[in-house]
């Protein structure tokens, strides 16, 4: 996103659109990545619940995933799944993979 | 016609809160500024204001309550001096960067400590750099008219900064004085409807105020702050002009006192501007070229007015009710002899902390400035940059 000059921008600090926030990817904050084991989840959804971020991405009462470009790694789905199904992954491992190391 | 009448300079910003009727007043009391809250909330008590008076636990939530209304579409006022603006400092700052347009009459006090209630502007020059209009009255005349126009300049358009106006504690606080009051209708029409078009009530609007701004745009914001200041001056002329023709009273960013052909001029701000007249006048029928600038804008500051004002002058010595510890002197001197750097020909300028704490200051300490100024004037020598007035060895 290109960032505006102080001519464009409305005064005071205000925002004049709601619901931007999802404009804002904090994914990047992130040091530890929520893993989902699909074999242990029964798709309780009480990480949906939880989730601090509306990161956990349902789809017909099923959950399909995380939404990695706001998930900020907190850990609170996993500490709150009953099945044990979420594992918190250092990023630094994802990285490298990508990096084909 | 409006009505003539005898008001202490607490009752005289009283009243005219009494005529502007805010939607919203929040304060807290402390000497020399209690008689304004005590005599508004009279006024809220009696029923002849239709304004929301917040009894809140201090000037920090003083403060507070006036920005939540302000951004909420309320004309939101409090008053406060010394400590209390301390204790409302983190707000203040607030206050102008969410262009707010609150009025606050300030009463200045020396700040603790040691503790103090009597006049020097420590308080409000401590606040200079917090974003505030500030303008200064000389008396009890200046506070009624500088109150209705800071309504104006705070809500302009091109403005919408929060405006202190300042009264000399207890010297003018509390000293009765004859005071020209307009008719109420009149100031209802002068000043006219605060309308804010981001209220954080309107529902079908819905707006964020006050997210977190960091280094990708709070510099940003900063710069139009700077802006709105930088187009204040004007409005702030315009504004004086309009209320001429209601009032009959004229007001600009200072005020030129017998400054035309003065030699010799002494620079000050608050009630001591008034004593200097009264020395400038003698001075004058003696035959010495004396002449008074007085601030009436500090923030912001005037420096191509003052300049101009100043430049053919022998010698200046700027008066400062404040000090700025390890500074080269105090602020109005500051920004001052930091003007004049500009001028082709240089004036020699001199510094005097007076008064602080309350210490008084009479016609034979002016007249013992401008015969230091006479002595500059034919020795082009300044002996001491900085000097203080009415202090002892």
């Known amino acids: 996103m290109k960032e505006k000059g102080w001519k464009e921008i409305p005064l005071g600090g205000l925002i004049l659109e709601a619901g931007n926030a999802e404009k804002y990817a904090t994914g990047g904050w992130r040091t530890y990545r929520p893993v989902r084991d699909e074999k242990k989840c029964n798709d309780c959804l009480l990480c949906w619940v939880y989730c601090p971020d509306s990161s956990i991405i349902v789809e017909e009462a099923k959950i399909k995933g995380f939404d990695y470009e706001h998930c900020k790694g907190c850990g609170i789905c996993s500490a709150q799944c009953p099945k044990d199904a979420i594992e918190m992954v ?11 190391e | 016609m409006g009505k003539i009448v005898g008001l202490t300079g607490d009752e005289t ?3 005219v809160m009494r005529q502007i009727n805010p939607d919203v007043v929040a304060a807290y009391p402390i000497t020399p500024q209690t008689e304004i809250v005590q005599n508004f909330s009279q006024f809220v008590a009696n029923g002849v204001v239709s304004t929301e008076m917040v009894r809140v636990e201090s000037e920090h939530s003083a403060m507070s309550a006036c920005i939540g209304a302000a951004a909420s579409g309320a004309r939101a006022m409090t008053a406060t001096s010394a400590n ?6 983190e707000i203040c700052y607030i206050a102008a960067s969410y262009r707010l347009p609150i009025v606050m009459p300030l009463v200045n006090r020396a700040l603790s400590g040691p503790i103090n209630i009597h006049c020097d502007h420590s ?8 974003g505030w209009i500030q303008l200064y009255s000389e008396n009890c005349q200046e506070i009624y008219d ?6 104006r300049i705070a809500e302009d358009k091109e403005v919408l900064l929060p405006v202190m106006v300042t009264l000399d504690g207890f010297i003018i606080s509390h000293a009765m004085e004859r005071v020209e009051i307009l008719e109420d209708e009149k100031v209802t029409e002068f000043i006219g409807e605060y309308k804010n078009p981001y209220s954080l009530l309107n529902v079908d609007n819905p707006v964020t105020w006050g997210p977190l701004d960091l ?4 510099f940003e914001h900063k710069r139009q702050q700077i802006e709105a200041m930088e187009k204040t001056g004007e409005v702030i002329q315009r504004v004086g002009k309009e209320f001429k023709e209601i009032s009959g009273r004229s007001y600009e960013l200072m005020e030129n006192y017998r400054l035309e052909g ?3 001029v002494i620079v000050a701000a608050g009630s001591t501007a008034g004593t200097v007249k009264a020395v400038v006048n003698q001075l004058r029928e003696e035959g010495v070229k004396a002449g008074l600038l007085k601030i009436r804008a500090f923030r912001p500051f005037p420096a191509r007015e003052v300049s101009q004002a100043l430049k053919n002058a022998k010698a200046v010595a700027i008066l400062d009710r404040s000090v700025s510890f390890g500074a080269q002197g105090g602020p109005i001197f500051l920004e001052i002899r930091s003007a004049l750097f500009e001028e082709a020909k240089r004036v020699p300028v001199v510094n005097y902390i007076y008064g602080l704490g309350g210490r008084d200051i009479g016609i034979d300490e002016i007249k013992a400035v401008y015969r230091n100024l006479e002595r500059i004037a034919q020795t082009k020598k300044i002996e001491k ?9």
């Open chain 2, 215 to 218: 280094y990708d745009y709070y």
């Open chain 2, 146 to 151: 500088n109150l209705i126009q800071a309504i």
């Open chain 2, 385 to 393: 940059l900085v000097g203080y007035l009415g202090l002892r060895e």
């Open chain 1, 90 to 100: 250092e990023e630094t491992k994802f990285v490298l993979q990508e990096k084909g």
């Open chain 2, 123 to 130: 308080d409000s020059m401590g606040a200079r750099d917090s």
């Open chain 2, 84 to 89: 209390g603006l301390a204790l409302m400092w």
């Open chain 2, 13 to 15: 910003a009283a009243e």
């Open chain 2, 262 to 264: 003065a030699d010799l």
